[in-house]
């Protein structure tokens, strides 16, 4: 399994605010983000696997939508998280 319990609480800790802290938008960008490279290094070797492609796309909408909300609510703090995980933006 490619995202164990543990690997959880270190994005949290190391994005969030600490590493019980799930809801923050910086760590449910993070972990999206893993997600996200994960499943993309999935279908470049797995071309017809079109569920997977759907969740990927899935994935790439909720972090967009948190990015906005975060672009709204504080632009610093967006600004920050994209420049921790290297986003183009």
Known sequence: MYLTPEKKQEFFAQYGKSEKDTGSAEGQVALFTF?????????????????????????????????????????ERYRAIIEKLNLRK
């Open 35 to 75: 997600r996200i490279n994960h499943l993309t290094e999935h279908l470049k070797q797995n071309k017809k696997d079109f569920s997977t492609r759907r969740a990927l796309i899935k994935l790439v909408g909720k972090r967009r939508r948190l990015l906005d909300y975060m672009k709204d609510k504080d632009i």
